[in-house]
């Protein structure tokens, strides 16, 4: 089933408009398209997904009772949001990668640490945060995969407007949907287990 989870989000942002070019990067994919700053690829409706998709989430595992269904989903996400921020930090300050907007050249990697390109954190935050959702709804809801529209939009605009190659973003989905699917398989949560003030707010939750 995992699988089939993969398969269906790796295909939601492979539909993406990145048209078959032949170009550079690590997949031979990556070229400079059209910039594009207007309507809904606006910069700022990126932040906005962003910020309230990670809000969304703290808010849920620190609210939401832990022993119900959604509230374990929940405190999945924040593991899975918390482990890929983790990791593509690491991975941006190793690759130091130059981004579109920098230079035309997607082959520049190794270039000092004021160069973050290589993966996309925003695209990796959202593909954690909606892929434990999506693990655990897709019996029941099979509506719940549209979730994938979220990292798959945002993949397209970080693009757009030269925050990232092609690459960039495909490798930051694909180690959010990673984290996404691990945090899925642990019985319990690690970030919330650890925190001692997690009993008072489960029993804050239950209350109400």
Do not use: C
């Not at 709804?137 to 757009?160: E, F």
């Amino acid at each position: 089933m995992d699988t089939r989870l993969a398969v269906a989000l790796a295909v939601a942002l492979t539909a993406m408009p990145f048209a078959a070019y032949a170009g550079g990067g690590p997949f031979g994919i990556d070229h400079v398209v059209t910039y594009d700053d207007s309507g809904i690829w606006n910069r700022r409706y990126q932040k906005a997904l962003a910020g309230g998709a990670a809000l969304t989430v703290i808010g849920g595992a620190l609210f939401a009772n832990d022993d119900t269904r959604m509230g374990r989903t929940f405190d999945q996400a924040l593991d899975s949001m918390l482990l890929t921020a983790g990791t593509t930090t690491v991975m941006k300050y190793v690759f130091t990668r130059e981004r579109p907007s920098e230079t035309s050249d997607p082959n520049q990697f190794f270039q000092g640490p004021s160069h973050q390109s290589f993966p996309s954190g925003e695209v990796a935050e959202i593909s954690s945060i909606v892929t434990p959702f999506i693990a655990e709804y897709r019996q029941d809801h099979p509506s719940v995969y549209l979730l994938a529209l979220l990292p798959a939009y945002d993949a397209v605009a970080r693009v757009k407007v030269h925050g990232h190659w092609q690459s960039d973003v495909l490798v930051g989905a694909a180690v959010g949907v990673g984290w996404g699917i691990y945090a899925h398989h642990r019985k319990t949560p690690l970030i919330m287990g650890m925190l001692p003030g997690h009993g008072f707010m489960v029993g804050y939750a239950k209350q109400f």
